[in-house]
């Protein structure tokens, strides 16, 4: 019996991974209209919304009816099911695919991956990989458990206008920001986000995002990924041309999509790796 994956559509994956997967959608809304995620919006025309917004777009989780529609047509073809899911303690998304799998004792089995984007999607080329080695379900889950302690998720947001607007800044530190030009770094630890550091202007602010790599440590021969936010990478490109020392040119790259996007805005760069 094989196994397939399942994942909802926070998590950003390169296409020749995602055609191997099944995505479960969440919903983008703005104002009155609703969108599938990766459905009817694609991450580009999500961008071009959001700077075009003068009201923050928000996201909803799928139900649990969602999950159930996607686990069926896979268990009923006789497959097992591993679902990943965005961090649990950033969306209830996680409870709605143990709900869902609560309809297949044995068959789903459901994870968390403590993390968002592309560090989530870190998570699925692992469980592929193990797929592949012929590993069940409940093996994938036990390995993905703790694999998922070695994600490592850290990005550099270009604008403070969209945590402002989000409620996440007041007005009066995204001005001051603004003024000095900061760029804060984030990270995202145990299913939190979390500002570990501030840097006045981009050179700076990729400075101290490398540094937190590679104090970190990079398994370079384990699968990382680089990711942008908006309708271009071009901060992604400067960024890695800046530290191909550490990012190859040939390096995994993915837009990053709503979930992530609506508060970062556009030109954030994020990397996620298996730390050493």
């Known amino acids: 019996m094989s196994v397939k994956i399942v994942v909802d559509s926070s998590v950003d994956l390169i296409p020749e991974v995602k055609a191997q ?9 703005f104002g009155d209209q609703e969108y599938k995620d990766g459905v009817t919006i694609d991450p580009v025309k999500f961008y071009e919304m959001l700077t075009g917004s003068e009201l923050l777009p928000t996201t909803s989780q799928p139900t649990p009816v969602a999950f159930e529609d996607a686990y069926r047509e896979l268990v009923e073809a006789g497959h097992e099911v591993v679902c990943i899911t965005i961090a649990s303690k950033l969306s209830g998304t ?3 695919a143990t709900i869902a799998a609560g309809e297949f004792p044995g068959k789903v089995f459901v994870v968390d991956s403590r993390s968002a984007a592309i560090g989530a999607g870190l998570l699925v080329e692992w469980a592929l990989k193990l797929a592949e080695e012929g590993k069940n379900g409940e093996e994938i889950l036990e390995a993905l458990m703790e694999k ?8 550099m947001v270009d604008t403070l206008e969209y945590l402002k607007k989000g409620g996440r800044l007041s007005s009066t530190v995204a001005f001051v920001g603004g003024v000095l030009n900061l760029k804060p770094i984030i990270s995202v630890e145990e299913g939190e986000i979390k500002v570990i550091g501030k840097a006045r202007g981009q050179k700076a602010a990729f400075s101290t995002l490398t540094n937190a790599c590679l104090e970190t440590g990079v398994k370079t021969e384990e699968p990382y990924m680089l990711g942008y936010t908006g309708v271009s990478d071009e901060n992604l490109t400067k960024y890695m041309e800046e530290n191909a020392d550490v990012w190859p040119s040939d390096s995994k790259k993915t837009i990053i999509g709503s979930a992530i996007g609506t508060h970062a805005g556009p030109g954030a760069v994020a990397m996620a790796f298996f730390a050493k």
């Open 21 to 29: 997967v099944k995505t479960v959608a969440l919903s983008v809304l």
């Open 94 to 96: 996680y409870q709605s």
């Open 148 to 155: 998922r302690k070695e994600v490592r998720l850290y990005a």
